[in-house]
């Protein structure tokens, strides 16, 4: 007999901690993917001086205008992701109870119009139990269509 409530008990218990690792994961990637849409959706180019594509640890800076000014800038600072606007960090876009353990920009140009893929990989940790995931989405960019 306690065998089996010391059982429920662990079961229930491993049960809390995947659903609230899982609802702050999705929240921040939510309020993440929210926020770097609509800059990139609403940006006019991309600042590749400025942006670092392609690897794993990747930077992202938008213009708003066609002489390059008022650059909007995503990047990972130790372990959240940051946006600043014209180099004055606003602050962090990912909960503190998140690690963004890679950030990936690329950028697609077909003449036409520019996509960018946002690809991150993150982790909660709650006592010893370690929730991990990998979101992706893309974007166009205003300039573009």
């Known amino acids: 007999m ?3 409530v010391f059982s429920t008990i662990s ?3 491993n049960a809390y901690r995947t659903v609230k690792a899982t609802r702050i994961m999705h929240a921040s990637a939510l309020s993440l993917f929210d926020r770097i849409g609509n800059e990139v959706r609403s ?14 640890s990747g930077s992202l800076a938008l213009t708003k205008d066609n002489g390059g000014a008022n650059e909007t800038k995503f ?11 014209d180099s004055i960090p606003e602050g962090s876009l990912t909960s503190a109870e998140m690690t963004i353990n890679s950030l990936r920009f690329d950028v697609y140009d077909n003449t036409l119009s520019k996509l960018v893929s946002v690809v991150f990989n993150a982790s909660v940790s709650i006592g010893d139990y370690t929730y991990n995931k990998e979101f992706r989405n893309s974007y166009v960019l205003r300039g573009g269509y």
Do not use: K, P
Request: charged content about 15%; glycine content about 4%; proline content about 0%.
């Open 11 to 13: 079961v229930t218990r």
């Open 75 to 85: 990047y990972i600072d130790t372990g959240v992701v940051v946006v600043s606007d």
């Open 43 to 56: 940006a006019y180019d991309i600042n590749l001086a400025n942006s670092s594509l392609a690897n794993d």
């Open 2 to 4: 306690i065998f089996v």
